[in-house]
């Protein structure tokens, strides 16, 4: 019975890679943390984690429903459990409906101006999915999404727009915009096959690999003027500085006539973006 329980929540954890969490819920936290300037409460902490994870698990669970005839035909998808059909459709269904219930509540539980754009964020994070089909700037759609976790952080706790996290919505926006072109480029042959748009299916690899580095440079400057705007101690711009580093290995290891390493890139780097910026700011509070 625990075997089969535990066999479940692997299965559901793949489909909506819940590891990948990393890439939003640190931003979530700078947000909170710096609006907060330290800690925020267990209870602001608490829901907005709930809602974090509840709006990231809609998002992956309604992307894998929305491209899920994509995935039965993509060969690097085909493993995906919808596809296989370790989870039924309707199964996929409740749990979109339960995780944005859960949201929405979570929202609820930490201010009424979080609990009006709850609705908002759960239409735009299930929008992206379909960008695909009719427009080559899906990948800033993604960014787009992943960025509204610094803002979602800072409103949490102050429910007042600031500059500060809209800069770091722009240097997420940027940085996710930047890896999923380098991601996107395995699939540029069934791209084009299925009439499916994307930055190297528009330009052709060389272009979208100058394109994401040019993301990537205005991610790192609107990350360091975020910090500027706040006046922060040294230890976030140090973390800025490693993060232009990072990324500037993502550029090295892979390129458009070798992808062998994309998912070191994609993974391990990226991952790693998020976790050194919440360094950045937990030490810049540190010294405050």
Avoid at 69 to 95: C, M, W
Avoid at 150 to 177: C, E, K, M, N, R
């Amino acid at each position: 019975m625990s075997e089969t329980l535990l066999n479940k929540v692997r299965i559901w954890a793949s489909m909506i890679k819940l590891e990948h969490s990393i890439f939003a819920l640190p931003f979530a936290y700078m947000g909170v943390f710096w609006s907060a300037g330290g800690w925020p409460g267990w209870r602001v902490f608490f829901f907005l984690t709930l809602a974090m994870v509840a709006v990231r698990s809609f998002a992956m669970t309604f992307n894998r429903v929305a491209d899920l005839e994509y995935d039965k035909e993509n060969e690097r998808t085909r493993n995906r459990p919808l596809v296989t059909g370790q989870i039924s459709l309707r199964d996929a269904y409740f749990f979109l409906g339960a995780t944005a219930l859960i949201f929405v509540i979570s929202c609820a539980f930490l201010n009424l101006l979080c609990f009006y754009l709850s609705f908002f964020a759960l239409g735009w994070s299930a929008i992206y999915s379909f960008t695909k089909r009719f427009t080559s700037l899906c990948h800033f759609f993604l960014g787009s999404v992943l960025g509204l976790a610094p803002l979602a952080g800072w409103i949490a706790y102050d429910p007042t727009f600031a500059l500060a996290p809209f800069l770091i919505f722009l240097g997420v926006l940027f940085w996710v915009a930047g890896f999923d072109i380098l991601y996107s480029s395995q699939d540029l042959s069934f791209d084009q096959h299925h009439n499916l748009y994307s930055i190297p299916v528009k330009f052709g690899l060389k272009t979208a690999f100058a394109l994401s580095a040019f993301c990537h440079v205005n991610a790192s400057l609107f990350f360091i003027l975020s910090g500027a705007n706040l006046f922060a101690a040294w230890p976030f711009y140090l973390a800025c500085l490693i993060v232009s580093v990072f990324l500037f290995i993502e550029h090295r290891i892979i390129s458009p006539d070798n992808l062998e390493k994309i998912n070191v890139s994609f993974f391990t780097i990226n991952g790693l973006v998020s976790v050194v910026l919440l360094c950045g700011v937990l030490g810049d509070i540190a010294l405050r």
